[in-house]
């Protein structure tokens, strides 16, 4: 009898970029993360905790360190945490919602405003193969900043010190330096002392 799949398997697919089947065992250890994400969000947005306590939740839901000088002001939701990866100095505001099986890197310095939300899972177009998901990571830059109730979608990077201005809808990579706006956003300037 083969090895029941682990959340390193999965996360070994996601990672690669391969799809995961709908119905398939990896969908079922990706279910049951999904039910460990949202215990641990309940607990981190049920009651009140303290700055050090907010990021011992963080750790267990990310399942490695986050620094001492993250801040992340609840509520918080994630649907799985295991592949998020925060730099250093990063400020995240309340509401925000990560969708990060597909992969979430957040550069130092990141500061991502109120209610925004990352989502690195596409599905097929074609109706039979819908529910089937497909891994994109997104990165968030270092020194870059998402304005309140912006959407990142699958596969995008913002650049470094790049600004996404609030209720934008990002649906390809934002150049460094840059300011972007609307939906789709589309690059209207550059960041003033910037670099080039």
């Not at 947005?45 to 490695?64: I, P």
């Not at 925000?96 to 177009?125: E, P, R, S, W, Y």
């Not at 995008?156 to 150049?175: F, L, Q």
């Not at 706006?181 to 960041?191: D, K, T």
Request: hydrophobic share 40%.
């Amino acid at each position: 009898m083969p090895a029941e799949l682990t959340i390193d398997d999965l996360l070994a697919e996601l990672r690669a970029g391969r799809t995961i089947p709908s119905g398939s065992p990896l969908f079922g250890v990706m279910h049951r993360a999904a039910q460990r994400a949202l215990r641990i969000t309940a607990e981190l947005n049920g009651s009140y905790h303290d700055e050090a306590e907010v990021r011992a939740l963080l750790a267990q839901l990310t399942g490695g360190p986050v620094d001492d000088t993250v801040t992340v002001f609840p509520p918080f939701h994630t649907d799985f945490g295991r592949n998020t990866r925060i730099g250093r100095n990063v400020f995240i505001n309340m509401g925000c919602k990560f969708q990060d099986q597909g992969g979430l890197t957040i550069g130092d310095g990141a500061l991502i405003g109120h209610n925004v939300v990352i989502a690195t899972l596409n599905h097929d177009l074609d109706p039979a193969r819908r529910a089937d998901v497909v891994p994109k990571p997104v990165v968030i830059g270092k020194d870059s900043w998402i304005g309140s109730n912006a959407t990142i979608l699958p596969g995008v990077t913002i650049g470094d010190g790049a600004v996404v201005a609030a209720a934008s809808v990002v649906t390809r990579d934002v150049p460094a330096g840059t300011v972007v706006v609307g939906s789709p956003a589309r690059v209207v300037r550059r960041v003033p002392g910037g670099a080039e």
